[in-house]
C-alpha cells in the first residue's frame, strides 16, 4: 500500500500530465500546427513526473489550504 504522502503526490503527476494533453488538444483546436501522439504522450509522460516530483519535494514547505 502506498503511503498516503506518495499517492497524493502520483495524483498530482496525473493532473499535471492530462492538464497538458487538455492544453496541447485545445491549442490543436485552435492553431494550425498539428502534433503526432506519440510526442504529446511523451510530453505529457514528462510533465506528469515533473509535476510528482514538485510535489514530493514541496510538501511540507507550502502552508496548508483553508485560509486560515
Known sequence: M????????????????LA???????Y???????????????VALVVAAVTALATHLARGRLPAGGGR
Request: net charge neutral; charged share 10%.
Open 20 to 26: 497538458f494533453l487538455v492544453l496541447a488538444q485545445g
Open 28 to 42: 490543436e483546436l485552435l492553431g494550425d500546427l498539428g502534433v503526432g501522439i506519440g510526442p504529446k504522450v511523451a
Open 2 to 17: 502506498l503511503a498516503p504522502a506518495t499517492k497524493a503526490s502520483l495524483l498530482w503527476g496525473a493532473v499535471g500530465g
